[in-house]
């Protein structure tokens, strides 16, 4: 079943569908900035999920737009994770070139993310790398789920953001995959 969300401010108007688990996986996304829609393009992908996005953003910059995608592509998540059977905890090492970054993700009530991304430009096309460490902490905090993003090895910014979020979609789609007892020593999933 997929998950809704809207979200209307003066600064964004974005609307979401994402389903997990999908007969026919596939993404629509069309949101004004093409490098942070091109990356949700990859993690859907790589998560086996249909995600749909529409997303229009205030004239200021980027941020507000990608922590507003977060934030609603988050609560979906959670939604989601409620309604699936699930294993928990998803990981995922993944190279790109010379690019290498391990992802992990626990479902686990708790929205917390730590990353180590060291970006070695500071844009890319015209997108501020620093709002992709904002992106992550938003999702991890509306999921309620903990991520850890590392590098271990980066030769380029794009690859590191694409391997970045190929990585992400990854973890997810193993730790949201079903498996039989409890994926907690406590007896509740959340």
Same mark, same amino acid.
């Given at each position: 079943? $997929? @998950?809704?969300?809207?979200r209307? @401010?003066? &600064?964004?108007?974005?609307?979401?569908?994402?389903?997990t688990?999908?007969?026919?996986?596939? %993404?629509?996304?069309?949101?004004?900035?093409?490098?942070?829609?091109?990356? *949700? @393009?990859?993690?859907?992908?790589?998560?086996?999920?249909?995600?749909?996005?529409? !997303?229009?953003?205030?004239? $200021?910059?980027?941020?507000?737009?990608? &922590?507003?995608?977060?934030?609603?592509? !988050?609560?979906?998540?959670? &939604?989601?994770?409620? @309604?699936?059977?699930?294993?928990?905890?998803?990981?995922? $090492? *993944?190279?790109?070139?010379?690019?290498?970054v391990?992802?992990?993700?626990?479902?686990?009530?708790?929205g917390?993310?730590? !990353?180590? *991304?060291?970006?070695?430009?500071?844009v890319?096309r015209?997108?501020? =790398?620093?709002?992709?460490?904002?992106?992550?902490?938003?999702?991890?905090? &509306?999921?309620?789920?903990?991520?850890?993003?590392?590098? =271990?090895?980066?030769?380029? %910014?794009?690859? *590191?953001?694409?391997?970045?979020?190929?990585?992400? !979609?990854?973890?997810?789609?193993?730790?949201?995959?079903?498996?039989?007892?409890?994926? %907690?020593?406590?007896?509740?999933?959340?």
């Amino acid at each position: 079943m $997929a @998950t809704r969300r809207e979200r209307k @401010t003066r &600064e964004t108007e974005i609307s979401l569908l994402l389903d997990t688990a999908p007969e026919k996986p596939a %993404s629509d996304i069309d949101v004004d900035c093409g490098f942070i829609g091109h990356m *949700l @393009t990859l993690l859907a992908h790589h998560g086996r999920w249909s995600l749909v996005i529409r !997303g229009r953003g205030d004239e $200021a910059d980027d941020h507000h737009l990608v &922590e507003d995608l977060a934030l609603l592509l !988050g609560s979906a998540l959670l &939604e989601e994770a409620k @309604t699936v059977s699930r294993s928990r905890y998803g990981w995922c $090492a *993944l190279p790109m070139d010379g690019t290498l970054v391990l992802a992990a993700v626990d479902i686990s009530g708790r929205g917390s993310y730590t !990353g180590d *991304l060291p970006f070695p430009v500071a844009v890319c096309r015209g997108f501020d =790398l620093e709002l992709i460490d904002e992106f992550f902490r938003s999702l991890a905090r &509306e999921a309620k789920m903990t991520i850890h993003l590392r590098a =271990l090895a980066v030769d380029n %910014s794009h690859h *590191l953001a694409e391997a970045a979020f190929k990585g992400l !979609g990854r973890a997810f789609r193993q730790a949201l995959e079903g498996e039989e007892g409890e994926p %907690s020593s406590k007896g509740a999933w959340l």
